[in-house]
């Protein structure tokens, strides 16, 4: 094996580790966001106001939870997903190339929904009389959340249809239908938002499963580039 060869299968052994490590803090994330009230932690077409916003008073520490750790994750997810866009840029398709890109626009706009989370919507929740002022934001954050799943969602369209493609996959062919599947139903779920049609749990949970899978995904890395 070559200085070079070497080289970048240590980096990628980091890149894979970066990507596992963020995408179960994901997970992690979806967790609190789902123990929390549901108007207030997902994105619900014309959502009941006062709901959103007892629901924000009532779910403060898990909103504020998710919110903390989900920045973490979002930066940690970026890192990692630009690291495999360089590292794998010679052997990788356009698609899966394509798809890391899309991941990483994704999680940066998700860093302002967790960001809404981590603080500013709780904050705002608890000012007298600042119903008008928390409708804007949580209008904001839906918005924010709705367009960062899209996001999310295709660039793991193409990612895993790239590997259900590949000659030497990184996951199980049976794990990548599996994401694929899960990212057309959230995608679904995500676009009839502007049809005025809530699935808010079938959206979070589209994230839980591929989150999971692209923890998986960054476990399998350090063995394919013989690191294991």
Do not use: C, H
Not at 116 to 130: C, E, F, M, R, S
Not at 158 to 181: C, H, Q
Not at 191 to 216: D, E, T
Request: net charge neutral; no cysteine; glycine share 8%.
């Amino acid at each position: 094996m070559s200085i070079t060869t070497s080289s970048n299968s240590r980096a990628l052994y980091w890149a894979g580790l970066v990507v596992a490590v963020s995408s179960f803090g994901v997970v992690l994330t979806s967790i609190f966001y789902a123990l929390s009230p549901v108007p207030a932690a997902l994105p619900i077409p014309n959502v009941d106001l006062t709901d959103a916003l007892n629901g924000m008073l009532a779910g403060k520490v898990t909103m504020m939870t998710a919110g903390m750790v989900g920045v973490i994750s979002d930066v940690l997810f970026i890192a990692g997903a630009l690291l495999m866009m360089v590292l794998r840029r010679s052997i990788a398709s356009l698609a899966e190339l394509l798809g890391w890109a899309l991941l990483a626009v994704g999680v940066v706009i998700f860093i302002f929904v967790d960001t809404l989370a981590a603080g500013v919507l709780t904050q705002i929740a608890v000012i007298d009389n600042g119903l008008s002022i928390f409708a804007g934001f949580k209008l904001l954050f839906n918005i924010l959340f709705i367009f960062s799943s899209i996001t999310v969602d295709v660039g793991t369209i193409f990612l895993l249809a790239s590997e259900i493609k590949a000659k030497a996959p990184i996951i199980a062919k049976p794990m990548a239908w599996t994401g694929l599947v899960f990212s057309l139903v959230g995608l679904l779920a995500s676009v009839l938002y502007f049809a005025n049609i809530a699935l808010p749990q079938v959206i979070g949970i589209s994230i839980a499963v591929i989150s999971v899978i692209f923890g998986i995904y960054g476990i399998q890395i350090p063995r394919s580039s013989g690191n294991a």
